[in-house]
């Protein structure tokens, strides 16, 4: 069902709409999405190319080729080209204009206009200079989202040195895991921060990380909070004297390292060079979510996911972003769009979940605030259900595009989502995006069309990992994007396309549910069971039978307040699904547990609890420091009957 269909100006009114008519100029006409994006995919040369020529992108060498060889891995783009990230990020806007505005529950609002942050930028770069750091030196940051981070993230970049950040509500074991695998120069960190209403004490903390990092020659403490660092460098003594510039780097040289979640097992030091995250975020960020100079995109984000560098991105659009620190809920699951309606954002993101917890407290927030700024809503994290297309089209009207993506950090963007360019179905992200070849496979490495299959990109993409930092022969890079299907990128996650070209995530491939055969994928489990008025949260996991039989299903379920899992409640939750869904949706028992276990960017983890119940050992299946809740994987450590 198309809730929003493309609307008739959007070539004169949209970003892809004026490079749709740059192309035309340029001889390349195409006649809506399709066509677009199997040029996108098909013509490498040509389309990363008007990427690069479109977006005004700097190469200070020019490069001899664009991709020379497109098998994957190891491919190579704009060889010999030179270039700089932080150069793009801060190349736009007149000096007084905002480039930042920055929330937190630490501290009063932030503004920094564009003039502030280039000198901030230049300060910063100064500084790191003093302290030794230089091309390849690794600087990491326990540090929230707040200006200062962005600052020492461009000027990083700026000096052709290497970032990595964790949110400092990460534990220290989970800190010194992820940053003692690339040895930093320089750690950046706060000693503390405000949650909410609770004031949270991060010096041991520091102090741990400090300990655990031998190879950091020097601790700068940004003051956020009461608490002092001592034995540091203060953040004001380092910006003391300003170096403008930028170091010219090759288009594959590391801007940064990302981390996988870690709860199944040592985090992956993902790098990202600079060429590959400039030309991918331009694309993605202009084109899909269609920033221009003057909009502001707010989107909630630690500084441990993704989003946040998506973020930061913003600003080579020329966009302003606000930065968000804190409780994204406190003081109420309104304040999000209160700050939507003070900052005048164009692009607001949100979590399905969250999406969802408006809809069920009956929120207006197009009522309640002035959104007529909006003109997309980002979601991402989890799949959104078809209700929540329904409430967002029903609250905001169709002037708002629901952009629903999925992609994730070994790519550190969108893999599919929608666009200006594209209808909006209820239930469905609108389609891969442009130059992504994404499609589904089965088993024996065939595409297949309306049944569930892994995802997979089957040709090369800029912002594909340089590597893993450490696997020198790149064989821990190989084993887990390409060893399923050979020359072709495995994602891990289960997807539907249609015959239209859009698409449903359904789950990660690791955790999809094999039914006496039949593979079923866990979103549509969540999207059926959430939907009941009783029900606040789940989680689905299938115990396989190695004889070959249906195996035990097992769902597991939070209350909401007031409710009790009787019969009653089990006839209905088993009804629904077999109503919905099929039999075999049918759980062969149903549990409530006092929460449901989620890593810190909200995905529910689904493969630790089928390994803790079929008794592994509960510090063998997850890091308790990655998990938005530590405790929550009690209940089913009880279940198993193994001691916490």
Same mark, same amino acid.
């Given at each position: +069902?198309?809730?929003?269909?493309?609307?008739?100006?959007?070539?004169?009114?949209?970003?892809?709409?004026?490079?749709?008519?740059?192309?035309?100029?340029?001889?390349?006409?195409?006649?809506?999405?399709?066509?677009?994006?199997?040029?996108?995919?098909?013509?490498?040369?040509?389309?990363?190319?008007?990427?690069?020529?479109?977006?005004?992108?700097?190469?200070?060498?020019?490069?001899?080729?664009?991709?020379?060889?497109?098998? +994957?891995?190891?491919?190579?783009?704009?060889?010999?080209?030179?270039?700089?990230?932080?150069?793009?990020?801060?190349?736009?806007?007149?000096?007084?204009?905002?480039?930042?505005?920055?929330?937190?529950?630490?501290?009063?609002?932030?503004?920094?206009?564009?003039?502030?942050?280039?000198?901030?930028?230049?300060?910063?770069?100064?500084?790191?200079?003093?302290?030794?750091?230089?091309?390849?030196?690794?600087?990491?940051?326990?540090?929230?989202?707040?200006?200062?981070?962005?600052?020492?993230?461009?000027?990083?970049?700026?000096?052709?040195?290497?970032?990595?950040?964790?949110?400092?509500?990460?534990?220290?074991?989970?800190?010194?895991?992820?940053?003692?695998?690339?040895?930093?120069?320089?750690?950046?960190?706060?000693?503390?921060?405000?949650?909410?209403?609770?004031?949270?004490?991060?010096?041991?903390?520091?102090?741990?990380?400090?300990?655990?990092?031998?190879?950091?020659?020097?601790?700068?403490?940004?003051?956020?909070?009461?608490? !002092?660092?001592?034995?540091?460098?203060?953040?004001?003594?380092?910006?003391?004297?300003?170096?403008?510039?930028?170091?010219?780097?090759?288009?594959?040289?590391?801007?940064?390292?990302?981390?996988?979640?870690?709860?199944?097992?040592?985090?992956?030091?993902?790098?990202?060079?600079?060429?590959?995250?400039?030309?991918?975020?331009?694309?993605?960020?202009?084109?899909?979510?269609?920033?221009?100079?003057?909009?502001?995109?707010?989107?909630?984000?630690?500084?441990?996911?993704?989003?946040?560098?998506?973020?930061?991105?913003?600003?080579?659009? #020329?966009?302003?972003?606000?930065?968000?620190?804190?409780?994204?809920?406190?003081?109420?699951?309104?304040?999000?769009w209160r700050l939507a309606h003070e900052?005048?954002?164009?692009? +607001?993101?949100?979590?399905?979940?969250?999406?969802?917890?408006?809809?069920?407290?009956?929120?207006?927030?197009?009522?309640?605030?002035?959104?007529?700024?909006?003109?997309?809503?980002?979601?991402?994290?989890?799949?959104?259900?078809a209700e929540g297309f329904h409430w967002?089209?029903?609250?905001?009207?169709?002037?708002?595009?629901?952009?629903?993506?999925?992609?994730?950090?070994?790519?550190?963007?969108?893999?599919?989502? #929608?666009?200006?360019?594209?209808?909006?179905?209820?239930? !469905?992200?609108s389609g891969p995006c442009l130059g992504?070849?994404?499609?589904?496979?089965?088993?024996?490495?065939?595409?297949?069309? #309306?049944?569930?299959?892994?995802?997979?990109?089957?040709?090369?993409?800029?912002? +594909?990992?340089?590597?893993?930092?450490?696997?020198?022969?790149?064989?821990?890079?190989?084993?887990?994007?390409?060893?399923?299907?050979?020359?072709?990128?495995?994602?891990?996650?289960?997807?539907?396309?249609?015959?239209?070209?859009?698409?449903?995530?359904?789950?990660?491939?690791?955790?999809?549910?094999?039914?006496?055969?039949?593979?079923?994928?866990?979103? !549509?489990?969540?999207?059926?069971?959430?939907?009941?008025?009783?029900?606040?949260?789940?989680?689905?996991?299938?115990?396989?039978?190695?004889?070959?039989?249906?195996?035990?299903?097992?769902?597991?379920?939070?209350?909401?307040?007031?409710?009790?899992?009787?019969?009653?409640?089990?006839?209905?939750?088993?009804?629904?699904?077999?109503?919905?869904?099929?039999?075999?949706?049918?759980?062969?028992?149903?549990?409530?547990?006092?929460?449901?276990?989620?890593?810190?960017?909200?995905?529910?983890?689904?493969?630790?609890?089928?390994?803790?119940?079929?008794?592994?050992?509960?510090?063998?299946?997850?890091?308790?420091?990655?998990?938005?809740?530590?405790?929550?994987?009690?209940?089913?450590?009880?279940?198993?009957?193994?001691?916490?």
């Open positions: +069902m198309i809730l929003r269909p493309v609307a008739p100006d959007v070539r004169e009114t949209t970003e892809i709409g004026r490079y749709l008519r740059w192309l035309a100029a340029r001889g390349r006409s195409f006649d809506d999405y399709a066509a677009l994006h199997r040029w996108s995919v098909t013509e490498l040369d040509e389309f990363w190319s008007s990427i690069k020529e479109f977006f005004g992108v700097r190469f200070h060498t020019p490069a001899t080729a664009v991709v020379p060889d497109r098998r +994957m891995p190891g491919t190579e783009w704009f060889p010999g080209a030179t270039l700089n990230y932080a150069e793009h990020a801060l190349g736009h806007g007149p000096g007084d204009e905002v480039a930042i505005i920055a929330y937190s529950q630490t501290r009063e609002r932030i503004e920094l206009t564009w003039a502030q942050l280039r000198d901030q930028v230049a300060r910063a770069r100064a500084g790191l200079a003093r302290l030794g750091v230089g091309r390849g030196d690794r600087v990491v940051a326990y540090l929230p989202n707040i200006p200062e981070t962005v600052v020492a993230y461009l000027a990083v970049a700026s000096l052709g040195a290497v970032w990595a950040s964790c949110a400092p509500e990460f534990g220290a074991r989970a800190v010194v895991d992820r940053f003692g695998q690339i040895e930093p120069r320089v750690l950046l960190t706060v000693s503390g921060y405000r949650y909410g209403a609770k004031d949270v004490d991060r010096r041991a903390e520091a102090a741990e990380i400090r300990a655990g990092l031998p190879t950091a020659e020097h601790v700068v403490h940004i003051p956020y909070g009461d608490h !002092e660092l001592p034995g540091t460098l203060a953040w004001d003594d380092l910006l003391t004297a300003s170096a403008p510039g930028f170091e010219p780097v090759g288009f594959a040289h590391p801007l940064c390292v990302l981390f996988s979640s870690g709860t199944t097992g040592k985090p992956k030091a993902i790098v990202h060079g600079h060429g590959g995250l400039l030309l991918e975020h331009l694309k993605n960020h202009g084109l899909s979510w269609d920033l221009r100079p003057g909009d502001r995109v707010l989107w909630f984000s630690t500084t441990a996911w993704m989003m946040w560098n998506a973020l930061v991105s913003g600003l080579l659009t #020329g966009a302003s972003i606000v930065l968000v620190d804190g409780n994204p809920l406190h003081p109420d699951l309104a304040w999000q900052t005048r954002a164009t692009l +607001m993101g949100a979590s399905p979940g969250f999406l969802m917890a408006c809809r069920k407290a009956g929120l207006d927030p197009a009522a309640e605030y002035d959104l007529s700024a909006l003109r997309q809503l980002g979601a991402a994290g989890s799949p959104l259900p967002v089209r029903d609250t905001f009207g169709p002037d708002v595009l629901l952009n629903v993506g999925s992609g994730g950090t070994d790519v550190c963007s969108g893999i599919v989502q #929608g666009g200006p360019l594209q209808p909006v179905r209820a239930g !469905e992200i992504v070849d994404a499609k589904a496979f089965d088993e024996r490495g065939a595409e297949v069309v #309306g049944e569930l299959g892994e995802l997979v990109i089957t040709a090369p993409m800029p912002s +594909m990992p340089v590597g893993f930092w450490g696997d020198d022969t790149g064989s821990r890079y190989r084993e887990t994007y390409f060893s399923t299907y050979p020359g072709v990128w495995r994602h891990g996650d289960w997807i539907r396309f249609t015959p239209e070209g859009s698409c449903v995530i359904a789950g990660r491939s690791d955790a999809t549910l094999n039914r006496g055969g039949v593979r079923l994928g866990t979103a !549509e489990f969540y999207a059926v069971v959430e939907e009941l008025p009783e029900i606040e949260d789940s989680l689905v996991v299938h115990l396989e039978d190695p004889a070959g039989g249906h195996g035990d299903l097992r769902l597991f379920v939070v209350l909401g307040e007031g409710s009790a899992l009787d019969d009653s409640l089990r006839g209905k939750i088993a009804s629904a699904l077999r109503n919905a869904l099929s039999p075999r949706h049918v759980p062969d028992t149903i549990t409530a547990v006092p929460s449901i276990p989620r890593n810190r960017t909200g995905k529910k983890l689904e493969l630790p609890v089928k390994k803790l119940l079929r008794g592994a050992r509960p510090d063998d299946v997850a890091a308790r420091d990655v998990l938005a809740d530590p405790a929550s994987l009690d209940a089913f450590v009880a279940l198993a009957g193994r001691p916490a």
